[in-house]
């Protein structure tokens, strides 16, 4: 069974992984949002908590080995990684560029899961992705904690969210929460993160 959204959204709240007011993104859009899902990563409980819930779903996938986009899907890539006791990989971009490095390689026909802690646009499990047919690799599946695409992305192989955190954003001048009067901070500027 799935983890309640509420529980959830209450272990981001606490950990501060999910701030509420009034923020500018480094978009420029403002949101009554900012999520940083590293700040809840580093509690090894929720880690495990959220790290189970991806290896749960795929339990009988038949994964071999576990892929993530660095930097952000390394932490829970690996311990997905661990709990299935499958070889843990990840991936990092050179000149703008995806690829496998450190002597890293996946196999032709190895049943590969791909694991993210966030995925927005998808950008960069697309370009894991495509590391996987470039091996010859088998896409098993496509794991991640946050889904904050707005139900938008698909992939090419079964998907898992352990939760979908809807994305809400204003253009600075529409700003309903300028015009009630307060003002947007900008996370990192008083050294948040
Ligand atoms: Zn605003």
Same mark, same amino acid.
């Given at each position: 069974?799935?983890?309640?959204?509420?529980?959830?959204?209450?272990?981001?709240?606490?950990?501060?992984?999910?701030?509420?007011?009034?923020?500018?993104?480094?978009?420029?859009?403002?949101?009554?949002?900012?999520?940083?899902?590293?700040?809840?990563?580093?509690?090894?409980?929720?880690?495990?908590?959220?790290? !189970?819930?991806?290896?749960?779903?795929?339990?009988?996938?038949?994964?071999?080995?576990?892929?993530?986009?660095?930097?952000? !899907?390394?932490?829970?890539?690996?311990?997905?990684?661990?709990?299935?006791?499958?070889?843990?990989?990840?991936?990092?971009?050179?000149?703008?560029?995806?690829?496998?490095?450190?002597?890293?390689?996946?196999?032709?026909?190895?049943?590969?899961?791909?694991?993210?802690?966030?995925?927005?646009?998808?950008?960069?499990?697309?370009?894991?992705?495509?590391?996987?047919?470039?091996?010859?690799?088998?896409?098993?599946?496509?794991?991640?904690?946050?889904?904050?695409?707005?139900?938008?992305?698909?992939?090419?192989?079964?998907?898992?969210?352990?939760?979908?955190?809807?994305?809400?954003?204003?253009?600075?001048?529409?700003?309903?929460?300028?015009?009630?009067?307060?003002?947007?901070?900008?996370? !990192?500027?008083?050294?948040?993160?």
């Amino acid at each position: 069974m799935k983890l309640p959204k509420d529980q959830v959204l209450d272990i981001f709240r606490e950990t501060k992984a999910l701030l509420e007011g009034h923020y500018q993104l480094t978009s420029g859009l403002h949101s009554p949002q900012y999520f940083q899902c590293a700040r809840v990563l580093q509690y090894p409980k929720y880690l495990h908590l959220f790290a !189970g819930e991806i290896a749960k779903h795929f339990e009988y996938a038949d994964v071999e080995v576990v892929i993530s986009p660095a930097i952000g !899907g390394i932490v829970v890539g690996t311990e997905v990684g661990r709990m299935m006791r499958a070889r843990t990989l990840f991936s990092e971009r050179k000149d703008g560029k995806m690829e496998l490095r450190r002597g890293f390689e996946l196999k032709p026909g190895e049943r590969t899961l791909i694991v993210e802690d966030v995925v927005t646009t998808g950008g960069s499990v697309f370009e894991v992705v495509e590391l996987v047919k470039q091996a010859n690799a088998k896409l098993a599946g496509v794991g991640y904690i946050v889904d904050r695409s707005n139900g938008k992305i698909q992939f090419e192989a079964k998907h898992f969210s352990v939760l979908q955190l809807e994305v809400v954003t204003y253009k600075p001048e529409e700003c309903p929460l300028c015009k009630d009067g307060s003002p947007a901070i900008k996370p !990192g500027s008083r050294g948040n993160y």
